[in-house]
């Protein structure tokens, strides 16, 4: 099966947000490279975006990734508020689920507090301090099911 893994682009602040997200979801950078590290003579890489991050890998739980980058200052700017889309994260337990709620939603603007919701799930939805959408769910399986 595939896995599908959430890619972040932003405007110079990834190292800040990514570094950010490492203290919530704890682990190493799987790989970290700027935009420096590939410049050559063919190829150069203009010195006000020289250090921004060209890519950066930070792995979750056991099969996924959070991906990022920052965008090149030639190349424009990211919409934050139109051009992004919602990360969802399916914890282990509810109290995953309420660490890395309170950890991710810090600085930033909870939109529904995570609670009991009508469909059976522990559910929030929150905006971080760098414009990510979050979602943050658990259910509850039943003990006969694998």
Do not use: C
Not at 48 to 69: C, E, W
Not at 96 to 108: Q, R, T, V, W
Not at 110 to 129: H, R, S, W
């Amino acid at each position: 099966m595939a896995l599908l893994n959430p890619y972040i682009h932003f405007n110079g602040n990834a190292e800040e947000a990514f570094t950010f997200y490492k203290s919530v979801f704890g682990g190493e950078f799987a790989k970290l490279m700027r935009y420096k590290d590939i410049s050559s003579a063919e190829y150069p890489i203009p010195e006000n975006d020289a250090n921004r991050l060209m890519h950066i890998a930070l792995p979750i739980g056991k099969d996924s990734m959070l991906l990022g980058s920052d965008v090149m200052e030639m190349m424009g700017q990211v919409t934050e508020n139109d051009n992004r889309n919602t990360i969802s994260i399916t914890a282990e337990s509810r109290e995953e689920a309420d660490k890395l709620f309170a950890g991710l939603s810090e600085g930033g603007k909870i939109e529904m507090p995570i609670a009991d919701g009508p469909l059976g799930t522990y559910f929030g939805m929150f905006t971080d301090k760098y414009g990510i959408q979050w979602m943050m769910q658990f259910e509850e399986k039943d003990k006969g099911q694998n």
